[in-house]
């Protein structure tokens, strides 16, 4: 019997890096963004919350899908088990942006 898997995704959301574990991570419909569908997010019986897993909790409460540009994503990990989802600071460039070619501006 084979577990779903559980990947780690991690982006940038304005100036922040998210990290965030769904079951299901795809390039999805819309082009140049990729589908995070089913995040996981640790079910607390105890006491001890994490503030910033529960921040997350509560910005995607209700939210089926969303869809990350692919110049966000930092990396996309599959792990044996869900960590700890959090927010941190995006200190410096993280993201080397995609080579694009130059603009031709010679007039025929």
Known sequence: MSKAPVYR??????????????????QGAL????????MLFDERTSLVVDPGEEKLKAEFEGVMATHVPVHAII?????????????????????TP?????????KS
Do not use: H
Request: glycine share 10%; hydrophobic share 35%; charged share 25%.
């Open 75 to 95: 990396r996309i990990d599959q792990v044996e088990k869900r960590g700890v989802a959090k927010i941190g600071d995006a200190k410096g460039n993280v993201v």
């Open 31 to 38: 082009y140049g963004f990729v589908e995070i569908r089913g």
């Open 9 to 26: 995704v991690v982006f940038i959301n304005n100036g922040k890096t998210y990290e965030i574990y769904a079951s299901n991570v795809s």
């Open 98 to 106: 995609f080579p694009l070619p130059k603009p031709d501006n010679s």
